[in-house]
């Protein structure tokens, strides 16, 4: 199972960002969301398509539906600039675990 | 507070072996499935091995098959992957994680990793 993401979304401080995560029948998975800033270890910021962990800010957002599933920030902040990567379980599949090619999110 | 301290990486020769160490702290292996992730120098994040709550159930990714082994010690609460016949491609930055399951193939988890260690750097040169 493949999972492509754009390289690269440019988007404004204040303004909204969407983040693409395309996949075969990707509406049929649950899809998981991963923020991993320069340096770091990734850090979990929605699964289950539309749920947030806690702590997570409610400017992050996802939806899942057909072939693609999406990755929404709103109101972006400076510190929201990082790697974003979706991610699926394939029951079937191998691997089981999939993520995507990942998107650099910069704020301008 | 749930927390997860990888250790065990290097430098390593082509050919040679690693052990990595994933020690958790704040919850019990046997409650949770602890997956590899790995990261390439500038590249995504690629799973490696997972193993099981129990510890019955392990899997691997193709790449690796065959040359690494997960397994865990639950009296230290930690897991390990043991890296044998390292090539330059495993050159990485591996990451150990928890995951919300417990065991695999079973509906009603969502399979994501929620908790995340800081990584231990692997690099096979000669």
């Known amino acids: 199972y493949v999972l492509t993401q754009p390289p690269s979304v440019s988007v404004a401080p204040g303004q909204t960002a969407k983040i693409p995560c395309g996949g075969n029948s990707i509406g049929t998975y649950s899809v998981h969301w991963y923020q991993q800033k320069p340096g770091q270890a990734p850090v979990l910021v929605v699964y289950g398509d539309s749920d947030r962990p806690s702590g997570i800010p409610e400017r992050f957002s996802g939806s899942n539906s057909g072939n693609t599933a999406t990755l929404t920030i709103s109101r972006v902040e400076a510190g929201d600039e990082a790697d974003y990567f979706c991610q699926v379980w394939d029951n079937t599949g191998d691997p089981p675990y999939v993520f995507g090619t990942g998107t650099r999110v910069t704020v301008l | 507070e749930v927390q997860l301290l990888e250790s065990g990486g290097g430098l390593v020769q082509p050919g040679g072996s690693l052990r990595l160490s994933c020690a958790g702290s704040?919850?019990?292996?046997?409650?949770?499935?602890i997956s590899w992730v790995r990261q390439a120098p500038g590249k995504g994040l690629e799973w490696v091995s997972s193993i099981s709550g129990s510890g019955s159930s392990t899997l691997y990714a193709k790449s690796i098959k065959g040359r690494f082994t997960i397994y865990r010690d639950i009296s230290k609460n930690t897991v390990y992957l043991q890296m044998n016949s390292l090539r330059a491609e495993d050159t990485a930055i591996y990451y150990c994680?928890?995951?919300?399951?417990?065991?695999?193939?079973?509906?009603?988890?969502?399979?994501?990793?929620?908790?995340w260690g800081k990584g231990t750097t692997v690099t096979v040169s000669s």
């Open positions: 704040g919850f019990t292996l046997t409650t949770y499935a």
């Open positions: 994680a928890k995951g919300d399951n417990a065991i695999f193939g079973v509906a009603s988890y969502y399979y994501y990793m929620d908790v």
